[in-house]
């Protein structure tokens, strides 16, 4: 059973206050969603999970153990990422890169063992991206480079997964496949989602957050209300289900 709870969590850049007061729970085995317009803190608020941006105030714990107060190592046996963006400095295959999921479970300068060769072997297949195994990563579209990662995400078998807009350079096909391969690992997922109706899909609990805060959260079926759609996000939506389940579905209507 793994619990990811923030607290009171504060987060200031160049003197700005970008996240105020958030509070959070995902519970063991959760999917849940992070959704708000752009600039309401949404990454900003990730990447201080995934330890890339320091606390003002508040915490981030995973069970009880505080990520700001634990080691780099163990902080990444805990938590893992896919972030929006990745720069490879160096020319490493699509091997390599999925295979840095296993830094955080060897000593330095250690080689792999067949297990650590087994998992990478794993993770690129279930990202369906073995065939890429052997190709520099830098020569790889957005939608293969993003699925590289997610293998090294799930390399680095952490218990908290956080996705930062991970539907980004996909195709529909491929969204879809990604977010149904998340769900079926079985671990705690933190997710920033753009797309409402892949949120409401996929996500057992949403966030919203406007200017920092959370405006509301829960059930995907309580949040996506026409009301919240147009206050939050200054577009008018109808919302109706998906045939066949209480899932909401938007459709978006231009203009107020």
Request: net charge negative; charged share 20%.
């Amino acid at each position: 059973m793994t619990t990811l709870t923030l607290q009171d969590v504060h987060i200031t850049l160049a003197g700005a206050p970008i996240v105020t007061g958030v509070d959070l729970t995902a519970a063991s085995g959760r999917f849940v969603g992070i959704i708000g317009p752009n600039g309401s803190g949404k990454s900003t608020l990730l990447r201080a999970v995934y330890r890339h941006l320091p606390l003002t105030r508040g915490s981030i714990t995973v069970d009880g153990e505080d990520l700001w107060r634990l080691t780099p190592r163990r902080a990444a046996q805990l938590v893992a990422a896919l972030p929006q963006e990745t720069r490879s400095d160096f020319d490493v295959t699509t091997w390599e890169m999925a295979a840095m999921g296993r830094t955080p479970h060897k000593r330095p300068f250690a080689s792999d063992t067949a297990e650590d060769t087994k998992i990478v072997s794993d993770a690129l297949a279930h990202a369906g991206v073995a065939h890429l195994a052997h190709r520099r990563y830098s020569t790889l579209s957005g939608g293969e480079k993003q699925r590289v990662l997610l293998a090294r995400a799930l390399a680095q078998q952490a218990p908290v997964l956080v996705l930062d807009e991970p539907t980004n350079h996909l195709d529909v096909r491929h969204q879809f496949e990604l977010l149904d391969l998340v769900t079926s690992t079985g671990v705690t997922v933190v997710a920033a989602l753009h797309d409402l109706n892949l949120a409401a899909a996929y996500c057992d609990h949403l966030y919203v957050l406007a200017e920092g805060r959370v405006v509301t959260d829960g059930p995907p079926p309580d949040v996506l209300t026409p009301r919240l759609v147009r206050d939050v996000f200054g577009i008018d939506a109808h919302v109706t289900s998906t045939p066949g389940t209480d899932t909401p579905h938007l459709i978006f209507r231009p203009g107020r």
